[in-house]
């Protein structure tokens, strides 16, 4: 009976502290819940980087003049930023008209339409991620010289995610078998086999994110170069 006593109130302890669960199962037996945690250090293996050629024109043929006018104007840029064709990915020509807001006479707002917008997406995806940054800068200047261009920030990527996430997995299982082993050192009683086991969220973070993230719903980081991989399983094993 004492030890009974004893081993609830370890039981409460240890779960307040260290946010375990420990459940009810048939014949009487008790479970323990347990979350595991790994996580390592991952890098961007390529780049990703969209920029946009947007004109505007009285009517739809002077749009394409000038889109295609442009685009040259484009790829010399690039391929002095070091680029080769076989990186790039172009969208189809697109036009649409331009409508802009413009005060009527009873100072309503309202769309008229000014000519026409053409646009053309070209895609840059390269392993060479030097070079995506340093494009990425540049064409500040190249837009300020008169070009009408529209660009983001590069997103950099990690291509073996599933090879990540399986070597964390591993390793998140092993954490909380010794999360729970502790745990149970609380009760004096033992770990026993695992009933269930569950994945939760899987984390591509900034190396300088805070890591106190949430189990719900994951994240993909693709604004840095250096990541931290993070891998949350969720395990039940039986008390002896």
């Known amino acids: 009976m ?11 302890i240890a779960a ?6 420990v459940k009810q199962v048939g014949g009487g037996r008790e479970t323990i819940s347990v979350k595991g945690l790994a996580e390592k250090p991952v890098t961007a293996d390529r780049a990703e980087w969209r920029v946009v050629i947007q004109v505007q024109g009285a009517a739809i043929p002077e749009a394409l003049a000038k889109l295609r ?5 484009l790829d010399e840029f690039l391929a002095k930023a070091g680029f080769e064709k076989a990186a790039l990915t172009d969208s189809s020509e697109s036009v649409e008209p331009n409508y802009e807001q413009v005060e009527g006479r ?7 339409q000014q000519g026409h917008l053409a646009r053309q997406t070209v895609t840059i995806n390269t392993t060479e991620i030097a070079k995506v940054q340093a494009a990425s800068r540049a064409i500040v200047q190249f837009e300020a ?16 995610l599933e090879e990540v996430k399986m070597s964390l997995i591993a390793a998140a299982m092993q954490n ?23 994945q939760g969220a899987f984390y591509i973070l900034a190396a300088s994110a805070d890591q106190d993230v949430s189990d719900w719903g994951g994240a993909y980081d693709k604004s840095t170069v250096d990541k931290i991989a993070r ?10």
């Open 176 to 198: 909380s078998r010794t999360r729970a082993s502790e745990f149970a050192k609380s009760g004096d009683v033992k770990v026993g086999r695992m009933r269930s086991a569950s």
């Open 16 to 21: 307040a502290i260290l946010g375990y669960q």
């Open 69 to 73: 006018r442009e685009r040259p104007q």
């Open 106 to 112: 009873n100072g309503n707002m309202r769309s008229v």
């Open 145 to 160: 010289e008169g070009h009408s261009v529209q660009y983001g920030e590069p997103q950099y990527l990690v291509s073996n």
């Open 231 to 240: 891998v949350v399983v969720t395990v039940d094993y039986a008390i002896e």
């Open 2 to 12: 004492l030890r009974t006593i004893v081993f609830s109130v370890a039981l409460v």
